[in-house]
């Protein structure tokens, strides 16, 4: 029944979209015409090799441990699992049949080879905006891989999203072709930061919510979006991270090394920083931090609705003592030698969990799943040998979790919501998955 109402909706939404959006569908934006780099071969597959990792392909493209960019690696989301495909030059399996042209047509306008139409969960929604010398240059690099033969599995996606014709609505509604349109009233700094933080660096395919059909607000929206057990925090909100307000360097030093005098990075972007922004220069790491903290914070309204639907239980200053009191005490036992007594953490080694908008944020799930699963920042050349966090999940219970970092979340300063032991427990099984 859920799935009959489910398709009638995206129908009916579809249809809306259609009119809405009729006439850009069918076109295809064929306006660059790839005027090629005057660069000599070992060049251009160099500076290939640079984007590439600039867009993180590899990371999509490549099961652990097993041959680069073959593909196969499973993305879990809302609408199934996606298994990535082999972008080798192996013909049979890979990409080696396409031309330029074809593997630029994938970026820019989202079609394989062949004009089918390819899931958004390829993230070139914000890869519409790479130039075709850029793309071209990627092209002569993953043309340059040696070929693996690697047949490519299908998704396994629930109905109706394993509906591939219906891709045609969705980006109707969703989806143009665009190219980046440099700002001529901002820097050459600002303009380069722009295209990488929008384009092949896709902050915002995590860093933005997305809607039922898996569309966000746009590439420059940078608002906090929920992931698969985790949640990639709003990074221009008063009430989450505002990076406007972060010394640059500590900006610059979380990206190159995974860590900075009061954060590290974590799961989906620990591999970001692994496998995309420590490669980048320091030339385009400084734009993309010029362009990130000149996007204007917003100052988040103090009840919203969101705030109210994540206030969690109202405590009376008795209970909360005691929560406090219990709290505490785990604290000192299973925390406080690497966060340290006021938990001021050591800096690049041990995160701060005073003032951490990581521990504040009213979506409490990254924490949670820390002390639940543990964790490590990324192996990085600036920090290649990280301290890593113990999983918790079989020396405390539910109630000890929601116990301690409530505490945590209420220590030394630190203002947010208590955290239930249901509110653990749900995460327990997701991390258990
Ligand atoms: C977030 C994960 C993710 C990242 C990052 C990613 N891809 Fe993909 N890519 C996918 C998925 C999933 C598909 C399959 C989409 C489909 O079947 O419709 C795909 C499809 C493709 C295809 C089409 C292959 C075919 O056989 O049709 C190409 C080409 C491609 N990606 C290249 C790249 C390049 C180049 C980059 C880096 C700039 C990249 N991808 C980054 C997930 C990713
Ligand atoms: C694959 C999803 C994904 C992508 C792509 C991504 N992020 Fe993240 N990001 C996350 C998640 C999840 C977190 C929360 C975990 C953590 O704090 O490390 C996060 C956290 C952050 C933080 C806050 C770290 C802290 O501890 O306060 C910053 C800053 C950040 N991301 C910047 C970026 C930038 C800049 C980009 C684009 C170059 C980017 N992210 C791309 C998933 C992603
Ligand atoms: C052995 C040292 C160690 C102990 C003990 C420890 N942690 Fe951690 N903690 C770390 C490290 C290292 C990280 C960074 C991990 C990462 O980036 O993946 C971290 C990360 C965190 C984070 C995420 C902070 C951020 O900025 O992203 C939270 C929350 C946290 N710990 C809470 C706790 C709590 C609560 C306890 C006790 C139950 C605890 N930790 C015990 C070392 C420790």
Redesign the pocket.
């Known amino acids: 029944m859920k799935k009959i109402i489910l398709s009638v909706l995206l129908f009916l939404l579809a249809g809306a979209a259609a009119v809405a959006g009729f006439g850009y569908y069918l076109v295809d934006d064929k306006s660059a015409t790839g005027i090629s780099d005057k660069l000599s071969a070992s060049d251009q597959i160099s500076k290939g090799a640079y984007l590439v990792k600039a867009g ?1 392909c590899m ?1 999509c493209h490549t099961v652990k441990g097993e041959a680069a960019f073959a593909g196969g690696r499973l993305l879990q989301t809302e609408f199934g699992h996606f298994k990535t495909p082999n972008i080798t030059p192996d013909v049979k399996t890979g990409i080696g049949s396409w031309t330029a042209e074809d593997f630029w047509q994938a970026l820019h306008n989202g079609k394989s080879r062949g004009g089918r139409m390819l899931y958004p969960s390829f ?1 070139y929604t914000n890869y519409t905006q790479v130039s075709r010398n850029d793309a071209d240059a990627m092209y002569a690099y993953l043309m340059s891989l040696p070929k693996v033969e690697k047949a490519n599995q299908p998704h396994e996606l629930r109905f109706p999203y394993d509906q591939r014709a219906l891709l045609a609505f969705w980006r109707a509604a969703y989806f143009r072709p665009t190219s980046y349109q440099e700002d001529k009233s901002k820097s050459v700094e600002w303009n380069r930061g722009a295209y ?2 929008n384009g092949l ?3 915002s ?3 933005s919510s997305r809607n039922g059909l898996g569309a966000n607000a746009g590439v420059s929206d ?1 608002s906090g979006g929920e ?1 698969t057990g ?4 709003a ?1 221009t909100n008063s009430k989450e ?1 505002s ?1 406007a307000k ?1 010394p640059a360097q500590e ?1 610059v030093a ?2 190159k090394s995974g860590v900075n005098q ?11 920083v692994a496998g ?2 420590q490669h980048l220069s320091d030339a385009d790491i400084n734009s ?1 931090v010029a362009y ?1 903290q000149a996007i204007p914070t917003v100052q988040a309204a103090e009840k919203d609705m969101f705030d109210q639907a994540m206030a969690g239980p109202e405590l009376s200053a008795e209970n909360m003592g005691s929560v406090m009191k219990q709290g505490a005490a785990l604290y000192k036992t299973h925390c406080m030698d690497c966060h340290g007594a006021q938990g001021e953490g050591v800096a690049n080694v041990y ?1 701060a969990l005073r003032s ?3 521990l504040l944020g009213q979506v409490v799930s ?1 924490p949670v799943r820390m002390v639940l699963s543990g964790g490590f920042p990324p192996v990085t050349s600036a920090n290649p040998r990280p301290y890593g966090m113990p999983p918790f999940a079989h020396t405390l219970n539910d109630s000890e979790v929601a116990l301690v970092l409530s505490y945590t979340r209420n220590a030394w300063g630190n203002k947010a919501a208590v955290l239930t032991s249901a509110e653990v427990n749900r995460y327990r099984t997701a991390v258990n998955d």
Do not use: D, Q
């Open positions: 993180n990371g993230p990488l933080v660096g896709h902050c395919a995590c860093h940078l992931l985790w949640y990639a925090p990074l991270v990076l972060w900006l979380l990206l009061h954060t590290a990075v974590s799961g989906p972007m620990a591999e970001v995309s922004t993309m990130l995160p951490t908008p990581a990254n």
